[in-house]
């Protein structure tokens, strides 16, 4: 693992020591790893501003794994709100992946794609006991990683495809409500398909919010189509996020056709975004694989 960044601004640095220094007195972890950082940045000029100046806001966010020790007792969800609320006050956010320090080695020693990755890359930024961790295996050969990540991806989002089918034939018969549900689950195995495709991590959560920020570490592109950014969107979206609870346990649960049609097509423009980008992403892991000499029908260039 590292030990310094190479992309971090220096002037974040300040920052991201309290979060840690505050996540450790919080929560008391094994070790934590940072795989990765963005920061937003706003600018804006106006006429009523007291100086005549450009306004510049910066928004970073951090990514963790955070490895817990064994036989924590504490609930990884709840391991990940208390992460987040650590950092609500400094100004920045924070994604957390959470593990105990056990299952973390025993996937190391499997060569999982996404711990392996970040054991490879990540910059270590707390380590409470100094023991290190299980080396992992030497990275697959780039053929059986694309190989890999084929399977996994027509099993994944073939699941999504076929939920959006029964939503769309759910609608068409006036169920809206199951329709909602199967359209949070075609949403979620969506998801769930682009983390597993882009980073080997995967998710077992229901929340689509959670997912969804997840996905930002490699794109920005699928959270946007649910932008939060009115009262409007915000409800829209968290009618489809609690479709998974409320169509099985809420027998008041009623979604209108109205909803249903516009978060059909929010889900049908994140089923066409991800085939995307699942294509972009083979594309560039076959461009970065080397040509091998003598050419055979296995190695010769398409």
């Not at 979620?188 to 997840?214: D, E, I, P, V, W």
């Not at 189509?225 to 009115?230: M, R, Y």
Request: hydrophobic content about 40%; glycine content about 4%; some cysteine.
């Amino acid at each position: 693992m590292l030990t310094t960044f190479q992309y971090l601004p220096q002037g974040q640095l300040p920052q991201l020591i309290q979060l840690v220094q505050k996540i450790v007195r919080a929560i008391r972890p094994n070790k934590v790893i940072c795989y990765g950082n963005r920061i937003t940045t706003m600018q804006g000029w106006n006429s009523f501003l007291e100086e005549d100046t450009c306004k510049t806001v910066i928004h970073p966010t951090y990514d963790f794994l955070i490895l817990t020790n064994d036989g924590e007792k504490r609930a990884d969800h709840e391991t990940v709100q208390i992460a987040e609320q650590q950092a609500t006050p400094l100004g920045c956010e924070v994604t957390v992946i959470v593990q105990q320090l056990g299952a973390a080695n025993k996937a190391l020693e499997n060569g999982s794609r996404f711990i392996s990755t970040v054991y490879r890359k990540g910059v270590l930024v707390y380590d409470g006991d100094g023991l290190p961790l299980t080396i992992p295996p030497e990275e697959p050969d780039i053929a059986i990683l694309r190989n890999r990540i084929e399977t996994n991806w027509n099993k994944c989002f073939g699941i999504a495809q076929c939920f959006f089918k029964t939503a769309t034939y759910c609608f068409d018969n006036g169920w809206y409500e199951q329709a909602t549900f199967d359209l949070h689950q075609s949403a979620q195995h969506t998801c769930m398909a682009m983390l597993k495709a882009f980073s080997g991590y995967r998710s077992n959560t229901h929340n689509l919010s959670r997912l969804l920020a997840l996905i930002t570490t490699f794109s920005y592109q699928p959270i946007a189509i649910f932008p939060c950014l009115t009262e409007e969107e915000t409800d829209l979206f968290n009618t489809l996020n609690r479709a998974y609870s409320e169509a099985r346990y809420n027998e008041k649960y009623t979604v209108s056709a109205e909803t249903v049609q516009i978060l059909m097509e929010r889900v049908a423009n994140l089923l066409t975004l991800a085939q995307r980008l699942y294509e972009e992403k083979l594309l560039s892991l076959k461009n970065s694989q080397p040509i091998l000499f003598p050419l055979n029908v296995a190695n010769e260039p398409a």
